[in-house]
């Protein structure tokens, strides 16, 4: 009988032990921190990565875009096919169901002289 406390001592801490690994384990898989959240936040992380790509892209084309805006022959063009401006001592030919006819002046000017 005296060899029998001092082996379910052994035992008894062997078993604690193993839950104490058990439940750190399981701390480190699925706490804070642990393994499962930082899956996710890599996940995320990657996921804003992309998005980050695709606005930096969509703001590359709206800044080239405003650019050409910008530009003086584009705003004179503009003017002239959506607006119908003609700069002083142009003639515009209009051109209706195969006729054409000169309109002189007209009272809007890209240069803004009237």
């Known amino acids: 009988m005296g060899n029998y406390y001092p082996m379910l001592i052994r035992r008894a801490s062997i078993v604690a032990l193993l839950l104490l690994l058990v439940a750190l384990g ?3 898989v699925t706490g804070s921190g642990g393994l499962l959240e930082n899956r996710q936040l890599r996940q995320e992380l990657a ?3 992309t998005r980050n790509e695709q606005l930096i892209e969509r703001n590359e084309v ?3 875009w405003l ?3 910008q530009r003086p022959e ?3 063009a503009h003017a002239r096919s959506e607006l119908g401006m003609v700069r002083n001592g142009e003639t515009l030919f209009w051109v ?3 006729t054409a006819e000169a309109v002189q002046e007209s009272p809007s000017t890209v240069d803004g002289n009237h």
């Open 26 to 28: 399981h701390q480190w």
């Open 96 to 98: 209706v169901e195969g």
């Open 47 to 49: 996921e804003q990565i």
């Open 67 to 69: 650019e050409q805006a």
């Open 62 to 64: 709206a800044r080239d």
């Open 74 to 76: 584009t705003i004179e």
